[in-house]
Nanobody
Framework: VQLQASGGGLVQAGDSLRLSCAAS????????MGWFRQAPGKEREFVAH???????YYADSLKGRFTISRDNAKNMVYLQINSLKPEDTAVYYC?????????????????????WGQGTLVTVSS
């Protein structure tokens, strides 16, 4: 699966943003899709993942403001972010992994995913 993330930009605190990830490849509909982010000077961290039947899982610290969704007919995955905060400033990456047994924590690991998009930068001003 090849991935292309988009939708980032400069926004103000309190705004909402929807990131998109366009996927190509025959295996997209079955892939587990994840979003990760990397803030300046920090390690990349897990945000959310979604399975083919739209079962979702979120990082505990981000629940409530982030919503992951997918449209298998369009080969798209989305990340809606509401009430943006300056600490949400980061490069956001989408990733694809092969489905295996359902383990939310296993699919919260970067190493579980074998395809990555190039990232889209979100900058939140206060």
């Amino acid at each position: 699966v090849q991935l292309q993330a988009s939708g980032g930009g400069l926004v103000q605190a309190g705004d909402s943003l929807r990131l998109s990830c366009a996927a190509s490849g025959r295996t997209f509909s079955s892939a587990v899709m994840g979003w990760f982010r990397q803030a300046p000077g920090k390690e990349r961290e897990f945000v959310a993942h979604i399975w083919s039947r739209s079962i979702t899982y979120y990082a505990d610290s981000l629940k409530g403001r982030f919503t992951i969704s997918r449209d298998n007919a369009k080969n798209m995955v989305y990340l809606q972010i509401n009430s943006l905060k300056p600490e949400d400033t980061a490069v956001y990456y989408c990733a694809a992994g092969a489905p295996s047994y359902y383990s939310p924590t296993y699919y919260a690991r970067e190493t579980t995913y074998d395809s990555w998009g190039q990232g889209t930068l979100v900058t939140v001003s206060s």
